[in-house]
């Protein structure tokens, strides 16, 4: 298994520009969680979802985030517009809802200039 | 879910063992004890987990007290590589309002040659 796959692994955009991160959970997993990681606030689960469904999305800091997972093994975090304070590395996360916890990507470092 | 509390830092030399200790005296009945571990620019890292019994797996012993209140994870012979974040959290396996996962400030652990 290839694991937890997100992409692109490093993004440098420019304030105000759409970004979007992507990411391909484990095969039979059924959920799915975005988190971000900052020196200042550590890792914040942002949203999770549940066969498809988000079930939580109370971390999403604001309207200009958003979140998809149009099938069982893609999921997408988009930032419309950017900005320099979304500077994060963003890790996406699946489990299979057993005891075993999640499984991590290697995450996306975004920079906005 | 229960709050945990570590210590920031914490040094150990190579080849010795690092016992890092975790306190969640708010811990509920049904509330496992988990460890992840972040090795820097990496996504964390399922370590172990445990109930209430102490458990060991390739990686690491979880050590957990009668009381539960607290527990002690156990690297028996530390390398360099062991060095990261080093996360303890708790939570039920199956909850109602999902499974998710939230990360303190972890101890940062320091493998010394």
């Known amino acids: 298994d290839a694991g937890v796959i997100q992409s692109p692994r490093h993004e440098v955009t420019e304030m105000g520009q759409e970004v979007t991160l992507r990411c391909k959970p484990i095969s039979g997993h059924n959920s799915l969680f975005w988190y971000r990681q900052t020196m200042m606030r550590g890792l914040e689960l942002l949203i999770y979802f549940n066969n498809n469904v988000p079930i939580d999305d109370s971390g999403m800091p604001e309207d200009r985030f958003s979140a998809k997972m149009p099938n069982a093994s893609f999921s997408t975090l988009k930032i419309q517009p950017s900005e320099p304070r979304d500077s994060a590395v963003y890790f996406c996360?699946?489990?299979?809802?057993?005891?075993?916890?999640?499984?991590f990507g290697s995450g996306t470092r975004l920079t906005v200039v | 879910d229960a709050k945990t509390t570590q210590p920031p830092s914490m040094d150990c030399a190579e080849g010795r063992a690092a016992n890092l200790p975790c306190n969640h005296s708010t811990i509920s009945g049904n509330e496992y004890v988990y460890w992840y571990r972040q090795i820097h620019s990496q996504g964390p890292q399922y370590i172990i987990h445990g109930l209430k019994n102490n458990e060991t797996n390739e990686m690491a012993s979880l050590i957990i007290t009668e009381d539960r209140k607290s527990s002690t994870l156990i690297l028996p012979h530390a390398t360099l590589r062991d060095t990261a974040v080093y996360y303890c959290?708790?939570?039920?396996?199956?909850?109602?309002?999902?499974?998710?996962?939230?990360f303190g400030t972890g101890t940062s652990l320091t493998v010394i040659p």
């Open positions: 959290i708790v939570r039920a396996p199956l909850s109602n309002t999902g499974n998710q996962f939230y």
């Open positions: 996360a699946s489990s299979d809802r057993g005891y075993y916890g999640y499984t």
